[in-house]
C-alpha cells in the first residue's frame, strides 16, 4: 500500500503535472470505485485544478469551485501519467483523468477492488475522510509522545492505526521500529521516556529519508515504480536476508494479509517474537533465540 512517503511525492509529481490545467473529463471505467453519489461526476469536469495535496494515505485534488477528487489506493492502487490522451490499461485502469496537460490512469492489480474515489463539494466533505492521525513531520516530540502514551496498543498497532498517526502502514512502521530498535509488540502505556524519544527520531528520519529518497528516483517526472519492498528497505519484506546492521537474519510475523519484520538481535534482545500460526505448529521445536537458528 503506498503510504505517507509515495503519497506525498505522487502528490508533489501531479502538481507539477496538472496544476492550473484543466479537467476536461473523468471517466469512470468500474463503477464500484466511486463510493459518493454528489456531486455528479459532470459537476466536476471542466474545472481548473487549484492544488494538490496528501490527507493520510489519499492524493487530494483541489478544483475551483470548492470542488475535490479524493483518491484511496489502498493495497494495488497505482497512478500513472500518459502525456497524450489515449485509452488505458485494459483489465487494471479503474478510471481515467484527462487533462489539459496529459492523462492520468488509477489502476489496480489483482482482482480485489479496494481502492475508491471520492467526489466532494466543500472542504467539511475532505475532513470527514480524515480519520484524525497526527503528521509525525509537522508535530513535536511532546505532542508525539502524548498521543502515543494514549493507548495501550502495541508499537506497531499504534504506528499503523490512522486514527493516531497518519499515513505509516506496514511498510515504513516496519522502518522506523528497526531503526528505533524496539520490539514491535511493546507496549505504548510501558515505553521508556529514552526509547519514546528514540521512537519519535526514528519515525522523522525515516519518512524524511524516504521521502527525499523517492523524489530523487522520480527525477523531477512521474513515479511509477511504486512498491511496499524496495531493495534499499532494512528489514521490511527482507524475511531471512541479513539485517543490514547485525547481520542476523531478519524474522517475520505473518497475520492475516500482512506481515511484520524484524531484527531480533537489534530490536528484541535476541528473542523470537511467536508467530501465531507457526509457533503452534512447532511448539517445543520453536526456536526462542535468534542464536538457535544459526
Known amino acids: 500500500m503506498p503510504e505517507l512517503p509515495d503519497v506525498t511525492v505522487y502528490a508533489e509529481c501531479l502538481q507539477r503535472q496538472v496544476g492550473g490545467a484543466r479537467l476536461r473529463s473523468l471517466r469512470i471505467v468500474n463503477p464500484f470505485l466511486l463510493r459518493t453519489v454528489t456531486p455528479a461526476v459532470t459537476e466536476i469536469e471542466g474545472r481548473r485544478v487549484e492544488r494538490v495535496g496528501r490527507l493520510g494515505k489519499r492524493v487530494v485534488i483541489a478544483?475551483?469551485?470548492d470542488y475535490y477528487v479524493i483518491v484511496h489506493?489502498?493495497?494495488?492502487?497505482?497512478?500513472?501519467?500518459?502525456?497524450?490522451?489515449?485509452?488505458?490499461?485494459?483489465g487494471t485502469t479503474l478510471a481515467q483523468f484527462e487533462f489539459d496537460s496529459g492523462a492520468m490512469l488509477l489502476t489496480e492489480a489483482g482482482t480485489k477492488r479496494r481502492a475508491s474515489l471520492h467526489l466532494g463539494a466543500g472542504e467539511p466533505g475532505v475532513r470527514a475522510l480524515d480519520p484524525g492521525g497526527m503528521e509525525i513531520l509537522d508535530t513535536s516530540e511532546e505532542e508525539f509522545v502524548e498521543r502515543l502514551r494514549s493507548v495501550n496498543h502495541t508499537l506497531k498497532r499504534a504506528l499503523t492505526d490512522p486514527h493516531l498517526f497518519s499515513g505509516i502502514g506496514n511498510a515504513y512502521s516496519d522502518e522506523i521500529l528497526h531503526r528505533a530498535r524496539l520490539?514491535?509488540?511493546?507496549?505504548?502505556?510501558?515505553?521508556?521516556?529514552?526509547?519514546?524519544?528514540?521512537?519519535f527520531i526514528a519515525a522523522r528520519d525515516t519518512l524524511s529519508t524516504w521521502i527525499e529518497r523517492l523524489r530523487a528516483q522520480a527525477q523531477g517526472g512521474w513515479p511509477n515504480a511504486v512498491t511496499a519492498f524496495r531493495p534499499e528497505m532494512a528489514v521490511h519484506g527482507k524475511f531471512g536476508k541479513p539485517c543490514p546492521v547485525c547481520g542476523a537474519p531478519v524474522q517475520r510475523i505473518v497475520y492475516a494479509e500482512n506481515e511484520t519484520n524484524y531484527c531480533a538481535r537489534c530490536q528484541t534482545g535476541g528473542k523470537v517474537l511467536a508467530d501465531r500460526a507457526?509457533?503452534?505448529?512447532?511448539k517445543s521445536s520453536w526456536p526462542r533465540n535468534i542464536d538457535a537458528l544459526g
Open 63 to 65: 478544483l475551483d469551485g
Open 73 to 90: 489506493l489502498m493495497i494495488a492502487g497505482r497512478l500513472h501519467w500518459l502525456e497524450r490522451s489515449g485509452r488505458g490499461r485494459r
Open 183 to 199: 520490539s514491535p509488540f511493546a507496549r505504548c502505556d510501558h515505553l521508556a521516556d529514552a526509547d519514546a524519544a528514540r521512537l
Open 278 to 282: 507457526l509457533s503452534r505448529l512447532l
